[in-house]
Structures are given as C-alpha cells and as structure tokens.
C-alpha cells in the first residue's frame, strides 16, 4: 500500500496513543510506553456557582451514542459509595478591586489553556449576612473577612481552533460565543479574593476542585487495580494488494504504595492471528537513605529477585509511579457528575488529536485520514479523592490516498478502582 504516509508506523503511534488513553486512570505509562516500543523498533450559555454538592441532582444528560449508564450503580456500589469533601477555596493571591478578582477567577479557574476575553464585569452589591451564612463558606476563609460581593462576569475563550483540525471535531458554534459566570469575591482589610465553590453538576469542573482531587499527597498510601482489554482490527488495499489483521491486548495491573514503598504487577498479553504472547513484570522499590533501589522479576513462578534501575522500567523516580501523576488533563477536558466527573467524547476527540500532534514524526492526524469516536469515560469520587473509573470507546478511522484505502476500527474497556487509602501495606517480597 503506497501511502503518502506509512501506514504500519500510523499504526503504532494509534496502538499507542490508544493504550495512553485507556490508561488514563493509572501510573503505567512508562511500562506500557517501553512494552510498545520494544514491540516496534521495526518501522451564550450561562454558569452558576454554588458552594453545595446537591446530592439530589442527576446526571447530565446522556449524549447520543455510548454512555456509562449500565453498570454504574453497582460499579459505585463496589468501591463503597461516592462522596465529596471538597468545601471550596480562596484564591492564593490578592487583587486591589472586587472587579480585578473577579475577572482573575475566569482566567485562573475556567479557562484552561484557551485564551480568555472579558467582556464586562457587572457587580449585584454585596451580600446580606443570611446570604453570606447561605454560602457555607470554609471558616478559614472567614478570618479576616469583611464581606462578600457577588460579580457577573461576561467573557469569550478562543485559542483552540488548531485543536480541531482534519475534521475530527466541529465545534466551530462554540467558539467566539459569550458566557456569563457568576463570581463571589471576598473583601479583606485591604485586598480581595475570589471564592472557588464546589461545581455545579453539569458544568465544567474548575481548577481549584481538580488540583484538591488529584493533589498527589492524597495518594502516597492507596492500592490500585487496572484491567485493559483492546481489539483493533484493520483491512486495506491498493495497488493490486489486500491486508487484513486482528490484534487484541489485555493488560492487568496491580500497584501499591506505601512509606516510601511501591510494589508493582503488570502483565500484557498480546495475540495478533494465531501469535500470542505474554509479558510479565513484577517490581518492588522503597527509598533508603534517599536512594530509591529496585529489584524486578519477569517470571511468575520464580523467587529470584534482580535489582536493577528504576529507569529500566520506564521511571525516574517513585513519585512517577503515584497515581495521576503529572499525566492528566486540563481541568477543562471534564464535566461535573453527582458521583464525580466525566470526560465526553467531543473532549476525548480533542485529546487524542493534542496527543497525535505531540507525537514524533506525527504532527497531528495526516490528510486523508477520518476519526469517529464513540466512547464515555467516568472518574468516580470518594471522600474527595479517585476511588474509580471506566472508560468504554469504539474507535474507528478511514485513511485514502489515491486508490488505496485502510480502515481501523478498535474496542476498548478500561476499569480501574484506587482503594485502601491510608491503610495500604508494602512488605519485601522476597528475604534479604
């Protein structure tokens, strides 16, 4: 097949790039990156800020096309329920008017990485004391304070055309649209700060809510389980030529942390027609002395232990292998749920064409070449932090130049649950 492009490594990088998003839930990114690569050397709307979780509110509607409507009762069921902690917060700087702070929460929790136009800014006075007590505000929050005034702030994003090109995501009616966001701004002695509340179910989570739950610190003592499983499939002709192959993927993966302790279990089977094969990698690493050690093992009938470097299975450090970590998206990608939040597909669209475009010798999605995506993924919240996520996506693309044709289509499922927060236990494997 004479493509303008090659096709077997296209194929690759989307083997890739697939593996990276379902394993968007866990730490194994450096495993699954080296798996691979050894694999293949050859080739207007308007916004109300509310500082309560309203436990009674549905979810968002469903979109058309998948949705993780069956199976989410008993999957919360499973990990223990669904919670929040998150009460709200205070911005860290100050600024000199109601108006500055107010425009600075835009910028700061909403916008993301898309650039921010403030239209206008229009103040509805401050509040009453029964309005102040309405809010719940934390009493950290309080010391100090004056009052509080309540803004409304008009503003347009812009910046993210490029996100969307070759055709993956039309979203052009959304770009250059107004909207408006109600701000509350606390007045101290001589500054004011913005208030950050809990979002409200079915808007975009904000950057204070996303930074509280994956702050790192949460998950230094939790246990994670992740199961993978991928089915590609692809035909194509040209040039008086047909191909045709079937690949699936499972991969199951087990991580502990605990006092400076990370034990480690990851399996990958892999079988493409009638070739199979298995991959297997066991780790244990604690930090001594400000040294981290590591010892690995391939084979899971063996009591022999190696030690080796911790870069020899794709990590530098064992704060790479706490979970979420410095791998996730801008805030903006998810949308507040009343069992935590979801990333829709027109958001996973926009992923996947940002991580094509990271991609060495990609440059985002080559000409020719179509992608539709139908898929949910679901991030559940228990006492303030990740206690589990499901990502279910059918994956489908055409690619023409010329008189030649390939067509890919792929299944993926991922489960993933982070349990045991606080009570985790990480012993030796193996005698001294």
């Known amino acids: 097949m004479k493509f303008s492009f090659n096709v077997k490594k296209f194929l690759s990088v989307l083997l890739v790039l697939s593996l990276i998003v379902a394993l968007l839930c866990s730490t194994s990114c450096g495993l699954i990156d080296r798996f691979v690569d050894d694999d293949n050397d050859e080739e207007s709307t308007t916004q109300e800020n509310t500082t309560q979780a309203d436990t009674t509110q549905e979810v968002p509607e469903e979109q058309d096309g998948k949705n993780g409507s069956e199976g989410r009762n008993e999957f919360i069921e499973g990990i223990g329920g669904v919670s929040e902690t998150y009460t709200g917060t205070v911005s860290n700087q100050s600024y000199s008017s109601a108006q500055d702070a107010a425009e600075a929460f835009v910028a700061e929790e909403i916008a993301g990485e898309s650039n921010v136009e403030i239209v206008n800014a229009t103040s509805s006075g401050e509040l009453s004391s029964q309005e102040i007590t309405a809010l719940n505000l934390p009493t950290s929050v309080q010391d100090g304070m004056i009052g509080v005034e309540k803004l409304e702030v008009e503003y347009s994003l812009s910046g993210e055309e490029s996100l969307y090109a070759n055709g993956i995501v039309e979203l052009g009616d959304k770009l ?12 101290y002695e001589n500054e004011w700060k913005y208030f950050t509340p809990m979002p409200v179910t079915g808007d975009t989570i904000t950057k204070s809510y996303y930074d509280s739950v994956f702050n790192a610190e949460k998950y230094k003592n939790c246990t994670l389980n992740s199961t993978v499983t991928l089915t590609m499939d692809v035909s194509g002709s040209g040039d008086g030529e047909y191909i045709e192959m079937s690949m699936e993927i499972s991969i199951t993966q087990l991580i502990k942390h605990a006092d400076n302790k990370v034990y480690l279990e990851q399996t990958v089977k892999m079988s493409e027609g009638e070739e199979s094969s298995t991959t297997s990698v066991y780790a244990y690493m604690e930090e001594v002395d400000g040294e981290v050690v590591c010892y690995v093992k391939m084979d899971p009938t063996s009591d022999q232990w190696y030690e080796t470097y911790l870069s020899a299975i794709g990590f530098s450090s064992l704060d790479e292998l706490t979970p979420f970590y410095d791998q996730y998206l801008d805030y903006t990608y998810f949308t507040k749920t009343n069992y935590g939040f979801v990333l829709d597909k027109d958001n996973m669209a926009k992923y996947m064409e940002q991580a094509l475009a990271g ?22 919240v228990s006492d303030g932090v990740l206690s589990g996520m499901r990502m279910d996506s059918d994956i489908s693309m055409d690619m023409s130049d010329g008189g030649s044709h390939a067509s890919v289509s792929e299944v993926m499922t991922s489960i993933t649950t982070c349990t045991d927060y606080g009570t985790t236990v990480v012993e030796r494997p193996f005698e001294e």
Do not use: S
């Open 359 to 380: 991609m060495d010798g990609m440059g985002g999605l080559p000409e020719g070449v179509d992608m539709d995506i139908d898929m949910f993924a679901e991030y559940y």
């Open 176 to 187: 250059n649209k107004t909207t408006k966001v109600t701000v509350y701004v606390i007045k």
